[in-house]
């Protein structure tokens, strides 16, 4: 299967400073990436969907201003957490669409604290 | 409206034990797929089997089995013979498309 990274781990930032996630594609061109929230013990939802070369698709509710997503190669995608807050403070998913139909790959992850 | 329904917050099973942990869904689509994924306590997302709609067998992966009833619409998973290593949580998600919906989870804990 395809391998995911994210990067950072895990980042604490002060309020009010920006914060960047990278979601890299190890093996595999993706043109399309999917980013997710978690808050503890809830589900994943989506946030927005990360297209090569074109503006990402954001889910309702979510404010394209402050996660900002850019997918400049078919390797990489990122989400800035813009102007951070205590409430953005949770775990950050990126996920490879467009691979196969009966697998999707997931990164392992980014867990962003908000003082 | 909620498209995948996990109604067991937390569960408890004793080792060596089946568990079977359930997922209703919801679509219009025809073409549709349903994976259960697990997350430990590190929170990666480890896939553990897939469905189609149009698969006529239950799939099974090991220890994994899914019993997909397609007219009730439900794929609850089921685990055999748990280890304490299964201890985690459990998302069931629907594909319409390449987007994946997941439901609220079931946290499983496994006693020894």
């Known amino acids: 299967g395809a391998v995911v990274s994210q990067h950072p781990s895990r980042v604490i930032c002060k309020s009010g400073t920006s914060v960047k996630i990278e979601c890299r594609s190890l093996d595999f061109q993706a043109t399309t990436m999917f980013w997710y929230r978690q808050f503890p013990k809830q589900s994943l939802m989506l946030m927005a969907t990360s297209n090569e070369g074109s503006k990402a698709t954001y889910e309702q509710g979510v404010e394209k201003d402050k996660f900002l997503i850019n997918h400049a190669s078919l390797t990489l995608s990122t989400l800035t957490v813009t102007s951070a807050h205590p409430e953005d403070s949770s775990f950050y998913i990126c996920?490879?669409?467009?691979?196969?139909?009966?697998?999707?790959?997931f990164g392992p992850g980014t867990r962003l604290t908000v003082l | 409206a909620q498209k995948i329904t996990q109604t067991q917050p937390g569960m408890f099973v004793q080792e060596k034990e089946a568990v079977t942990l359930d997922c209703t869904y919801d679509t219009s689509d025809p073409s549709y797929g349903l994976f259960w994924y697990k997350q430990p306590s590190s929170g990666e997302m480890i896939f553990l089997i897939y469905q189609g709609s149009y698969d006529q067998q239950n799939a099974t992966e090991g220890r994994y089995s899914l019993n997909f009833q397609k007219a009730r619409k439900s794929a609850n998973l089921v685990i055999s013979a748990s280890q304490l290593g299964d201890s985690a949580m459990y998302f069931c998600a629907m594909r319409e498309g390449y987007k994946l919906s997941f439901g609220a989870g079931t946290t499983v804990t496994v006693r020894a």
């Open positions: 996920g490879l669409g467009q691979i196969s139909y009966n697998e999707q790959f």
